[in-house]
C-alpha cells in the first residue's frame, strides 16, 4: 500500500512539473538581416578556347529559388553587367549570350581570342553598383599515360558495371593541380567528375592511379542513388578530359566539393570556401586539358 501511495504521489509531482514547464514557454520571433547583393563569378578559360563567365548574384538562405529557367534567368543571371578580361595588356569586352546547348546556357563571352598556355588573363566584373576582378593562368597541359576499365571492386559478383581508370606522371615541380571530366557515349559535352580534383602536395613527381566513375550533371537528383548514372558500363565509350589548374583554383574546387559534402549535416564543422574572386564570391580559373578516349573492355 505504502508503495502505491509513494508511486502515486510520484505521478503527481512529474505532472505538475511538465504543467509548469509549458506554462514557461513562449514564441521567440528572430528578424534575420537581408542579404547584401554580391557578384558571384563562374569563369573558366581553356587553352584554345573562349572565355566563359557567368555573372550571377547571391541569395538569402531561405530565400526561394526559381524552378525554371525564364525565372532563374531574371532573378538571379546578371545580364547587363560590363565584364572585361585583359591579356596582354589588352582590354577585351565581353558580350552576353544564351546558348541552350551548351552549360552554362548563359554566359558572357568574346571571339577576340582564345586562351593560350602560359598567359595571364585578368578578369573584370561591374554589376550591382560594384567592382568583383580576379586573375587566372592557364598551366601546361599533363598527358595521361594509360586508361583501363575494371568492374567494381566492392561488388565481387559485379560482371558489367565498374570504373575508369587513369595512370598519370606528375612533373617533379611542386604546385601542379588537376580535375578529371568526362563524358560516356553520346553525352554533347563534358562535365566535372566528384571527388576528382588532387594537387602533387604527395605525389609530386610520382606516377598515380586512380578511379573515378561518371561525371556529375547539372540538375541530376542528388538524394537518389542509381547505378547505371555513377558506374560505367562494358560497351561504354568513355571521353576522358584530364585537366590542370592553378593552386588557387584547386583550393576553390577543394573547398566546394567538401562544403558541398556537409551539406545540410549539422554535426559538421563550416567550411570557408576559397575564392579567387576580389570583390565578390566564385571563381575565374585558367585551364590546359589532355583528351583521351577508353572502349570499356574486360
Given amino acids: 500500500m505504502k508503495s502505491r501511495i509513494q508511486s502515486l504521489f510520484s505521478s503527481l509531482c512529474l505532472a505538475i512539473l511538465v504543467l509548469g514547464l509549458s506554462a514557461c ?16 563569378v563562374e569563369g573558366l578559360i581553356e587553352a584554345d578556347e573562349h572565355p566563359r563567365v557567368l555573372v550571377t548574384k547571391n541569395r538569402g538562405f531561405f530565400g526561394d529559388f526559381p524552378t525554371d529557367f525564364a525565372a532563374l ?8 553587367a560590363t565584364v572585361s578580361i585583359t591579356v596582354d595588356g589588352t582590354e577585351y569586352p ?3 549570350v544564351v546558348n541552350p546547348f551548351q552549360y552554362p546556357f548563359a554566359y558572357y563571352t568574346t571571339d ?11 578578369l573584370r566584373v561591374q554589376a550591382l553598383g560594384k567592382t568583383a576582378t580576379a586573375s587566372t593562368k592557364i598551366p601546361p597541359a599533363v598527358p595521361i599515360d594509360s586508361l583501363y576499365f575494371g568492374l567494381n571492386v566492392f561488388n565481387v559478383d559485379e560482371d558489367s558495371l565498374g570504373f575508369l581508370y587513369v595512370v598519370y606522371t606528375d612533373p617533379d615541380t611542386l604546385g601542379n593541380a588537376y580535375r578529371l571530366y568526362a563524358r560516356r557515349n553520346s553525352e554533347p559535352q563534358f562535365f566535372p567528375v566528384e571527388g576528382a580534383i588532387t594537387n602533387d602536395q604527395f605525389i609530386n613527381g610520382r606516377t598515380v592511379t586512380f578511379f573515378s566513375g561518371q561525371s556529375e550533371k547539372p540538375f541530376a537528383a542528388q538524394d537518389t542513388f542509381i547505378e547505371s548514372q555513377f558506374f560505367y558500363t562494358l560497351g561504354d565509350t568513355i571521353y576522358m578530359k584530364f585537366c590542370s589548374i592553378g593552386s588557387r583554383e584547386f583550393q576553390f574546387y577543394n573547398t566546394f566539393e567538401a562544403a558541398t559534402g556537409t551539406n545540410g549535416n549539422p554535426f559538421a ?6 575564392s579567387n574572386v576580389n570583390g565578390g564570391l566564385g571563381l575565374w ?14
Fill in 112 to 122: 577576340a581570342f582564345v586562351g593560350e598556355v602560359g598567359k595571364s588573363y585578368f
Fill in 285 to 298: 580559373c585558367g585551364q590546359s586539358f589532355y583528351l583521351d578516349t577508353l572502349i570499356a573492355t574486360q
Fill in 94 to 96: 565581353l558580350d552576353f
Fill in 269 to 274: 564543422s563550416p567550411i570557408l570556401i576559397q
Fill in 25 to 40: 514557454e513562449r514564441e521567440i520571433e528572430i528578424e534575420l538581416e537581408g542579404t547584401e547583393p554580391t557578384i558571384v
Fill in 73 to 80: 534567368l531574371d532573378t538571379f543571371i546578371l545580364q547587363d
